[in-house]
């Protein structure tokens, strides 16, 4: 059964670190451009960051821009999102997820448009003082 599982949220304060990770199993990562996204209370999903199928493309969000970094290991089959100088705006549900197509991950920003081959089930970020 092909799924993702995120792991890593947790509490952090304002100015903290965290890195969230993405373990797929029944598919390689090899082949599929991956994402983060993100949802708050009360707003919409908001696209994070991805990489490309073949890594040809990173794009983040400008709210996260030089704060956040993904990277994939695909011989591990886990991608991650490295986040730092954690922001109380960054507070939210944070999903993982994956796509044999590049359209989310190509028009120069990370795309909700499109309906995921795969989806985690999210992992809760807080940051407060």
């Known amino acids: 059964q092909a799924q993702l599982v995120e792991s890593g949220g947790g509490l952090v304060q304002p100015g903290g670190s965290l890195r969230l990770s993405c373990a797929a199993s029944g598919f390689g990562l090899s082949a599929v451009a991956i994402g983060w996204f993100r949802q708050a209370p009360g707003k919409e999903r908001e696209g994070v960051s991805c990489?490309?199928?073949?890594?040809?493309?990173?794009l983040y969000s400008d709210s996260v821009k030089g704060r956040f970094t993904i990277s994939r290991d695909n011989a591990k089959n886990i991608f991650y999102l490295q986040m730092n100088d954690l922001r109380p705006d960054d507070a939210a549900v944070y999903y993982c997820?994956?796509?044999?197509?590049?359209?989310?991950?190509?028009?120069?920003?990370?795309?909700?448009?499109?309906?995921?081959?795969?989806w985690g089930k999210g992992t809760q970020v807080t940051v407060s003082s």
């Open positions: 990489i490309s199928r073949w890594n040809t493309n990173t």
């Open positions: 997820a994956a796509d044999t197509s590049d359209s989310f991950c190509r028009m120069g920003y990370v795309s909700t448009a499109y309906a995921m081959d795969y």
